[in-house]
């Protein structure tokens, strides 16, 4: 949601947006979600990943473990990628009337990166030399999160618990006080692993007695629990913007990212202490991957739908179709989400899922 809110201004392009909007993006700051989503990520990822270790006795068990591990995360993640990747190439050549989605070519050569995951060492690069990379942008975290599955087995196997507990560790305090101003400022925003790092480690932490110790039951109460989250919000989105040309700026945000996951690794409801927004969470919890894929390509879309409609009407493209925009973009977005899930997403997933049971 944190990224939604973010991408926002692509959907809303124009100079004259209301004077509240342009307030908003001045005080307020979204692009910690990315880092929020690679704490939970290196949790969620490690914890399963450590189950399935831990049941595999002897090298060749923990490198099939590892085998099936890629296979599940290949389907689950490569196909829905690979198909609004195709959609931003195939709208740059047909349906670009706005320019919207920027040149064919420069996206032709960055879908290459995409293609092999490497793409956030690059981003920065084209962007410095001018290339539009907002229609392809969301693919950098995706290739730092690829990265990271192919690496995180490989060293659960290959080196001790604590030893690489301490080289996680250390990331962190490195990271900690790098410049890492963003989005694009500076190389080092597309290759942050701090966040992921600090997920690894409370996997870890969550399986030793030391989780039961650290237990917030100060949380158990409703007030507590929200007055608890509020501050990590606040953390995330209000503190990054005047320290954002600081270099602990992005620490900060990644350090309030790994206290939720934190809460919310005990799984007692320190997190969102309320039962009533829970089907609406459920319902983007379940289609994140896909809203996150489809969110900029739908926004751009409907640019280049209301550019093309003002074109043919003798009309401004401006704040005036603010309404228009807002309630054609969620409709579009919600849709693809929902399509994008129910049809590509879950039946690939499910396949992996099966493909991976038949391997030794």
């Known amino acids: 949601m944190l990224t939604l809110f973010q991408h926002f201004p692509v959907l809303f392009p124009w100079r004259d947006r209301p004077a509240w909007f342009n307030a908003l993006y001045d005080y307020v700051s979204f692009w910690g979600g990315v880092d929020l989503f690679f704490a939970v990520s290196g949790f969620v990822v490690t914890s399963s990943l450590l189950r399935e270790l831990s049941a595999a006795r ?8 590892t085998k099936r591990f890629w296979t599940r995360r290949a389907f689950r993640l490569f196909p829905l990628a690979w198909f609004w990747l195709a959609i931003v190439l195939v709208c740059s050549a047909f349906w670009n009337d ?96 701090d966040a992921l790092a600090w997920g690894v480690l409370i996997a870890f932490l969550a399986r030793g007695p030391w989780h039961e110790r650290l237990r917030p039951t100060w949380l158990a109460t409703r007030t507590t629990a929200f007055a ?35 809460l919310a690794s005990y799984e007692r409801g320190y997190v969102l202490p309320t039962r009533s927004a829970r089907p609406i969470l459920l319902w983007f919890g379940a289609r994140s991957y896909s809203l996150y894929l489809a969110h900029v390509t739908v926004f751009m879309l409907v640019n280049e739908i209301t550019f093309r409609l003002a074109a043919a009407r003798g009309l401004a493209t401006d704040a005036s179709w603010l309404w228009i925009h807002a309630v054609l973009g969620a409709v579009l977005l919600f849709a693809a989400a929902e399509l994008g899930y129910r049809f590509i997403e879950v039946p690939l997933r499910n396949y992996g899922r099966a493909l991976a049971e038949r391997m030794a």
């Open 58 to 65: 002897g090298a060749h068990h923990s490198w099939s473990a």
């Open 98 to 193: 706005s320019s919207q989605f920027g040149r064919v070519d420069d996206n032709a050569r960055q879908a290459l990166w995409i293609f092999f995951y490497l793409y956030n060492w690059v981003a920065y690069g084209l962007f410095v030399a001018g290339v539009n990379i907002a229609p392809l942008g969301v693919y950098w975290s995706l290739s730092l999160e690829e990265q990271f599955y192919v690496l995180v087995p490989l060293l659960l196997i290959a080196v001790h618990r604590r030893a690489l507990m301490a080289i996680l560790a250390a990331a962190i305090a490195i990271q900690f006080f790098l410049w890492r101003p963003g989005p694009w400022l500076d190389p080092m925003w597309g290759l942050r692993s």
């Open 228 to 262: 608890a989250n509020a501050l990590l919000l606040g953390a995330i989105t209000l503190i990054s913007m005047p320290l954002l040309m600081v270099a602990i700026a992005t620490g900060v945000v990644v350090l309030a990212s790994a206290a939720w996951v934190w």
